[in-house]
């Protein structure tokens, strides 16, 4: 498999803790990876730094053989990598459909338009019709993004994430205060979307049954270092895994 | 749908017939209202479109009205006033915007308010260009000239609010493509959620200052059109005070609605006309008023009006 993404003694200290400890990391076209690890691992930290909403202390990060260490957000999202949100980042006073053309207009360099109506970019438009399909909101189209409900505004998030096609997307915490009924149907979603799309996707989770279910492939954060990284029933096997998940036996137990 | 084609179309004609009944007095109001709703839609689309409150507008309207004041004070003609008025206002912002928007919030708004008072201070310190505190004088209103082509003489109270009703008109029909187009539902994602557009990959920093400058030129285009109407330009134009204006006029009328800035500023001079008859101290019953009025009114009079009332109507 290609390398897509790379970083090299990547580091970043809030003060005196670390967040991110000399990280080298490869990422894999094709891969379904997950990165779990104990709250404050640093999980969020390192998508942070991949997409450059903050700045490493030092280090590089490579993507597709070219450094991105220091481009700023929207630089890196035309070269193609993505995020969602932990908290939810949507436009909630546009609606459904004004959300996904943001981006989309972008993407189709349309956004330095200035006469013409969004409504008639008619070919934008029909790319927007269809990641509304891909992430079952057609039907709510119409709605004032704030009034959806929590799972509908997750959807419109990936999707909003996913719009600007990117090759590397990152999902942080997918399915964060969802029910387990929202919970299934995004999984689906994200099972479906990484197969049928050229991307390729990162996920930040703290749900094991999800991570363990979905990935190709696991990496575990702890105090901003890489302690394991592997296939999931590697991972499983994993004896450092398990002691920073002490106390935690229970729910070992139960995968 | 069809009523408001029909209620547009009513308010146009009734623009466009205005001089037939009108004394000399409400045409003057009358272009003073429109010059005040072309500058607050501008600093509007600022506000109530990219999420950035500036409070120094008039330093750019002021820059506007130097600007024509001095083209026409050597070159009578109208048109290349109001030209340079508003490239002077769109560059200036241009350049003050650069340093601004790197800023957002009540930063951005203390940026804005210093650098509008800077030009005030310019105004009434550079006595040789702008004429320190006794300003500009004896400005003409010029003959609107296209060479060779045709020639419309100004002076009739009437004729120059023709020219300034049309110029309006145009810039409001433009602003409204404008909040319509791509860049306009851009502008909007980037007042509601920043990062987001950034993840759309559009650089949030060249936005602002483009809405930046598009404001910046329309608050120059505004204070062009000034000076012919009142002969004269003065350094109270760049005051901060006048940044006020468009603030309360924009918040009057709506700033989540396109036509906000505009019933706010007819609003604005009805009241100010009737106040100052009975008080020289008009500005604190006037303020007194406007608080009054964005307490009753929520998110603004259109919103009241469109949301509250007229379903009552239709009820009924």
């Known amino acids: 498999m290609a390398e897509l993404l790379r970083t090299e003694k990547l580091r970043k200290y809030f003060g005196v803790v670390s967040a991110a400890d000399d990280i080298d990391l490869h990422i894999e076209e094709g891969i379904l990876t997950s990165v779990i690890g104990p709250n404050g691992a640093g999980k969020t930290t390192l998508i942070n ?12 990060v490579i993507f597709c ?3 991105i260490t220091h481009l700023p957000i929207h630089k890196r999202v035309r070269k193609g990598i993505c995020r969602s949100f932990q908290i939810m980042n949507i436009f909630p006073k546009l609606t459904v459909l004004e959300n996904l053309q943001i981006p989309i207009l972008s993407l189709m360099n349309r956004s330095l338009r200035f006469i013409k109506p969004v409504d008639r970019h008619t070919d934008v438009n029909d790319r927007v019709e269809r990641l509304l399909e891909e992430v079952a909101l057609t039907d709510k189209r119409d709605f004032p993004a704030g009034t959806l409900s929590h799972g509908d505004q997750r959807l419109l998030e990936i999707g909003l994430a996913m719009a600007p096609e990117p090759r590397l997307l990152f999902l942080d915490e997918p399915t964060a ?3 387990p009924v929202e919970r299934v149907k995004i999984l689906e979603n994200i099972r479906r979307l990484s197969r049928e799309r ?3 996707f990162v996920i930040v989770e703290h749900d094991m049954d999800i991570v363990f279910s979905l990935s190709d492939r696991i990496i575990v954060l702890h105090r ?3 302690l394991a990284d592997g296939k999931p029933e590697e991972i499983k096997q994993n004896e450092d895994v398990r002691k920073v998940y002490l106390g935690e036996e229970l729910f070992w137990e139960k995968i | 749908m069809r009523l408001k084609t029909f209620l547009l179309g009513t308010l146009i004609l009734f623009l466009l017939l205005l001089p037939t009944f009108a004394g000399k007095y409400a045409l003057y109001m009358a272009i003073h209202i429109l010059i005040l709703s072309v500058f607050a839609l501008g600093f509007n689309l600022l506000l109530g479109y990219t999420g950035l409150l500036s409070f120094g507008q008039a330093g750019f309207f002021a820059m ?12 009578p003609s109208l048109l290349v006033g109001v030209v340079a008025g508003m490239v002077a206002g769109g560059i200036s912002a241009l350049i003050l915007g650069f340093l601004c928007v790197r800023h957002t919030r009540i930063y951005f708004s203390m940026l804005t308010l210093s650098f509008g008072m800077m030009i005030y201070s310019i105004a009434w310190k550079w006595r040789d260009v702008t004429g320190g505190d006794d300003g500009l004088v004896g400005i003409p209103r010029a003959p609107f000239e296209i060479p060779g082509i045709l020639t419309i003489n100004m002076n009739a109270m009437g004729n120059y609010y023709y ?3 049309a110029i309006s008109l145009i810039a409001i029909l433009l602003l409204y493509r404008i909040v319509n187009s791509p860049f306009g539902l851009t502008l909007k994602g980037i007042r509601d959620s920043e990062n987001r557009v950034a993840f759309a990959g559009i650089s949030i920093r060249n936005y602002r200052l483009l809405s930046f400058t598009i404001a910046g030129l329309y608050a120059g285009l505004a204070g062009s059109l000034l000076p012919p109407l009142e002969n004269t330009v003065t350094p109270p134009l760049a005051h901060w005070t006048q940044s006020a204006e468009p603030v309360m006029v924009t918040l009057l009328g709506g700033i989540h609605t396109f036509s906000g800035p505009i019933v706010g500023s007819v609003v604005f001079y009805l009241i100010k006309d009737i106040i100052v008859r009975y008080t020289q101290y008009w500005l604190i019953w006037f303020g007194s008023i406007v608080v009054f009025l964005v307490l009753i009114f929520r998110g603004g009079l259109v919103i009241f009006f469109s949301e509250r009332v007229w379903p009552l109507f239709k009820r009924a």
């Open chain 1, 49 to 60: 730094l991949l997409t450059g909403n903050i700045l490493a202390d030092s280090g590089k």
């Open chain 1, 65 to 67: 053989d070219e450094d």
């Open chain 1, 198 to 200: 050229q991307s390729t």
């Open chain 1, 224 to 226: 901003g270092q890489i």
């Open chain 2, 64 to 75: 506007g009205a130097y600007a024509s004041a001095k083209i026409l004070l050597v070159l």
């Open chain 2, 163 to 165: 020219f300034v009703l």
């Open chain 1, 177 to 179: 205060g969802m029910n």
